[in-house]
């Protein structure tokens, strides 16, 4: 009983952080059709410039989780502008390769920035602490980013259901060309959605770092997070949370039940299992090309 | 496009008609070769072992680099698991040896098993296309990365494996000389034997694969059977390179087969220019050196320290950099941007002497498949 409810609470906390993870994904991927392997490190400035602020001290911290979230939207945003915006309607593959070579940058450059240091992040506002549920000790900011990361993730997914802006992003996602005829300025929209892909990536960079540490292994993370968005669908908000959760409690089990050396390989396996079956992903839109 | 409808017709219904070359096949190839045998025998003279290591690391590299080419950008199937490969040819190797066989046999069966290792990574690719299928070799390195591990700490401890040099006792400035010798005939054959297949029939087929994938069957391309044939080619040949470079570095750890050394794989490929030959081996090379030469260069510009807490960095940031100008630059990387060049220089050369002021020159059609790869290179390029 103890070990099933830490295989829940670690899964759903984790489920909680890979969901924001791909929901930028995903919201990356609605946008330009790119699958961008430079998120973690997005989410690795997002977590070193909150930690870098508290070390030195003398900032609320409002503050620094608003520079926090912006600057990893800053990257985000100035890289569509100086390199994407000209790999729009290439295949998808080439918006790939230079997000390789953006997060190749970003990591020098957080090398050059923060050093080979760790950060402490810690927010206030989620107190520390031990609570129980079912008669077993688990960890207060575990719950609370759980529940935070859902809110957020069911917001989102409103937002782009049901507001005038949602449809914009969603049309100009679904064909450029049609939706920049009928007077979107897909530009702006691909701005917009590569802005927001890079504050969701500093929000659950600052999440994961509040439970852990802020550390190069954040990267990691957005890796572990690819199979999350691909299995829930890769264009659909509401795959990032159902795939988020699912990887998320899997490999809560996996570590728990089995190792935790074998989490990558088990979700990356359960990928591939699930590619062949179904490519599309549990939600996502099933691509079929006429001639 | 109507030239590979002509070639691919007469399959089983008449005698299919003789390959030809274009023009500059043989130069090309010469040229190449000429160029990497210069450097070579330059270093080769030399008394620097040091030097010699950077050359034949630069070579392995170019080997790797022009397997994923063949994959990557003439067959158009990303993959970010040359290091899983590389990987499984040391591992290999090294447990093959372990069981007492000697090297070379080690090295053959390790190529046989990647090539069934290619297979199985090929089969994602026959339903899967683009980012879906580099998720999927992802799914292979992290398999294959795992294995590794298991192995290594089983056996070795988190070091390694350690090797002993392959050519007897002979001094280090020798072994790297015969290294020299093996590695430069192993390319030669690789890179030939690469521009005769990729300029050829079966490379006009997988690029009729890469651009229009749904089309070609039309056209009597097997889709399924060029596929797997290039993941095996690719497998095989990255498989040959981990497992010659377990004796040439000495030492075997999954330290060296990371997610990193898969994306300076691509990166090679990118910075050089998809699809082109000697753009693979140039970027190879570029990769190779970088961080040498930035260890060098910061040395002398802000001292050791810096050097060696900022030069990985630094050559990594750079190399990043490189990708994202050159990729959506969108002209093919430095292959590219010597073939606009090199256009734009007959442009005027020919312009002048016909008189067209700066029109466009007339030229005769040449034979041979090289230009309508161009053009269909430059119209896949062109939004």
């Known amino acids: 009983m103890t070990l099933l409810v830490t295989a829940i609470v670690g899964g759903l906390t984790l489920g909680g952080i890979l969901t924001v993870i791909s929901l930028g994904m995903v919201l990356a ?27 030195k001290g003398g900032w609320p911290l409002p503050v620094e989780l608003i520079i926090g979230l912006s600057l990893p939207g800053a990257i985000a945003a100035c890289f569509y502008v ?53 008669g077993t000790a688990t960890s207060r900011p575990s719950l609370i980013i759980a529940g935070a990361t859902l809110v957020i993730a069911l917001a989102l997914a409103g937002v782009l259901r049901f507001t005038h802006l949602g449809t914009l992003v969603r049309a100009a996602g679904q064909d450029p060309l049609l939706a920049s005829q009928g007077g979107i300025n897909i530009h702006r929209v691909f701005l917009g959605a590569w802005a927001l892909s890079g504050a969701l990536a500093g929000l659950a960079g600052i999440a994961y770092a509040d439970l852990n540490i802020a550390s190069s292994g954040i990267e990691e993370v957005a890796l572990a997070a690819l199979p999350a968005m691909v299995i829930g669908g890769m264009d659909s908000i509401a795959g990032a949370l159902v795939g988020g959760m699912l990887v998320g409690i899997f490999e809560g089990f996996i570590t728990t039940y089995v190792s935790s050396d074998l989490v990558d390989t088990a979700s990356y396996l359960l990928l591939l299992a699930l590619l062949l079956l179904r490519p599309e992903g549990l939600l996502g839109t099933r691509y079929v090309s006429r001639l | 496009m109507s030239e590979i409808v002509a070639n691919a017709k007469p399959a089983g219904l008449a005698a299919r008609p003789p390959e030809r070359r274009p023009a500059g096949f043989m130069l090309r190839n010469f040229v ?26 630069c070579m392995l590299a170019a080997i790797g680099a022009l397997a994923l080419n063949l994959l990557m950008g003439t067959a158009g199937q990303p993959s970010l698991g040359s290091t899983a490969f590389l990987g499984l040819g040391g591992f290999g190797t090294v447990a093959l040896l372990h069981a007492g066989l000697p090297f070379v046999p080690a090295l053959v069966v390790v190529t046989l098993g990647a090539c069934v290792g290619g297979l199985l990574l090929g089969l994602p690719s026959l339903r899967l296309r683009g980012v879906y299928l580099a998720l999927a070799t992802l799914g292979a390195f992290f398999f294959l990365s795992y294995v590794g591990n298991r192995y290594q700490n089983a056996d070795a401890g988190p070091a390694g494996f350690v090797l002993g040099p392959l050519f007897g006792s002979a001094p280090d400035l020798v072994q790297q000389r015969y290294w020299l010798a093996v590695l430069f005939c192993l390319l030669a054959v690789t890179s030939v034997g690469l521009d005769l297949l990729s300029s050829g029939r079966i490379g006009r087929a997988l690029r009729m694969i890469r651009d229009h994938e749904a ?23 990255t498989a040959i390179v981990g497992s010659l470079g377990a004796p040439f570095v000495g030492n075997v750890s999954t330290d060296s087969y990371t997610l990193n050394g898969a994306i300076a794989y691509v990166a090679m490929i990118v910075i050089g220019g998809e699809d082109s030959i000697s753009g693979a081996i140039l970027g190879a090379f570029i990769v190779t050196l970088l961080p040498t030469f930035v260890s060098s260069e910061t040395t002398a510009v802000a001292g050791s320290t810096f050097s060696a807490t900022y030069g990985p960095s630094v050559s990594e940031g750079i190399y990043g950099l490189a990708i994202l100008v050159l990729v959506s630059a969108g002209r093919g990387g430095l292959a590219g941007l010597g073939r606009t060049v090199w256009r734009w220089a007959r442009h005027r050369a020919l312009g002048r002497a016909a008189g067209f002021g700066g029109g466009r020159p007339v030229a005769k059609a040449p034979a041979g498949g090289s230009v309508a790869a161009d053009e269909a290179r430059a119209g896949r390029l062109r939004p």
């Open chain 1, 29 to 55: 991927y609605r946008g330009t059709g790119t699958v961008s392997f430079a998120h973690g490190q997005l989410m690795l400035f997002g977590a070193f410039i909150v930690g870098w602020l508290e070390a």
């Open chain 1, 82 to 134: 100086l390199f994407l915006r000209r790999l729009i309607g290439l295949p998808e593959l080439f918006g790939l390769l230079a997000t390789l070579g953006l997060a190749s940058v970003l990591d020098a450059a957080a090398i050059a920035f923060f050093g080979a240091n760790d950060y402490a992040v810690r927010i206030p506002g989620v107190s520390h602490g031990i609570v129980n549920v079912l």
């Open chain 2, 32 to 57: 190449r070769l000429a160029i990497v045998a210069a450097v070579g025998a330059y270093y080769a003279a030399g008394t620097s072992s040091a030097n010699l290591f950077q050359l034949n690391s």
């Open chain 2, 215 to 237: 089309a070609a069957p039309a056209l009597g391309i097997p889709v399924t059977t060029y596929k797997l044939g290039a993941f095996v080619l690719y497998a095989a040949l």
